[in-house]
């Protein structure tokens, strides 16, 4: 349930980004002076600080499974799985950043095209945001070894 009321939040918030721009692009346009200074090198900042958290986070996890895995026989492979994909969605998110504050100024000198680009950075937010969460809680339903025993 959780996982589709995620999805349907990403898909409204895709769906409002893309309706601001074209009817009301102030809104989100360089006009919006947060919005001016941060879809810039501010937000890679931001980006590489969450990023560099999360992949060190990832990676205690993976190791963590490893120990599991070894100490108790339990097999860790969806999480595994899904671990990877998001230490390379965030790895990914990071690098469409770095274009996006790249091309920014060269191509959006229109506040439809403004309210664009800031809106992906918003939805790069959002999709860092969730990633965190999700491997947040990966991390506190690993139950404790005396659980896995009996």
Same mark, same amino acid.
């Given at each position: 349930?959780?996982?589709?009321?995620?999805?349907?939040?990403?898909? %409204?918030?895709?769906?409002?980004?893309? #309706?601001? $721009?074209?009817? +009301? @692009?102030?809104?989100? $346009?360089? +006009?919006?002076?947060?919005?001016?200074?941060? !879809?810039?090198?501010?937000?890679?900042?931001?980006?590489? #600080?969450?990023?560099?958290?999360?992949?060190?986070?990832?990676?205690?996890?993976?190791?963590?499974?490893?120990?599991?895995?070894?100490?108790?026989?339990?097999?860790?492979?969806?999480?595994?799985? %899904?671990? &990877?994909?998001?230490?390379?969605?965030?790895?990914?998110?990071?690098?469409?950043?770095? !274009?996006? #504050? !790249?091309? &920014?100024?060269?191509?959006?000198?229109?506040?439809?095209? +403004?309210?664009?680009?800031?809106? %992906?950075?918003?939805?790069? =937010? %959002?999709?860092?945001?969730?990633?965190?969460?999700?491997?947040?809680?990966? #991390?506190?339903? =690993? @139950? @404790?070894? &005396?659980?896995?025993? &009996?």
């Amino acid at each position: 349930m959780i996982r589709i009321l995620t999805i349907l939040g990403l898909l %409204a918030l895709t769906i409002g980004m893309g #309706v601001i $721009s074209f009817i +009301q @692009p102030t809104w989100l $346009s360089d +006009q919006n002076a947060f919005l001016r200074n941060f !879809v810039n090198h501010e937000l890679l900042a931001v980006l590489g #600080v969450i990023v560099t958290i999360t992949l060190a986070s990832a990676a205690n996890l993976h190791l963590e499974f490893n120990r599991l895995e070894e100490a108790f026989g339990e097999g860790f492979e969806e999480a595994r799985t %899904a671990t &990877k994909a998001y230490a390379y969605l965030l790895i990914g998110l990071f690098a469409v950043a770095l !274009v996006l #504050v !790249v091309l &920014k100024p060269i191509l959006a000198s229109e506040p439809q095209w +403004q309210s664009l680009f800031n809106g %992906a950075a918003i939805m790069i =937010i %959002a999709l860092n945001i969730l990633s965190l969460l999700d491997l947040t809680s990966a #991390v506190f339903a =690993i @139950p @404790p070894d &005396k659980r896995l025993r &009996k």
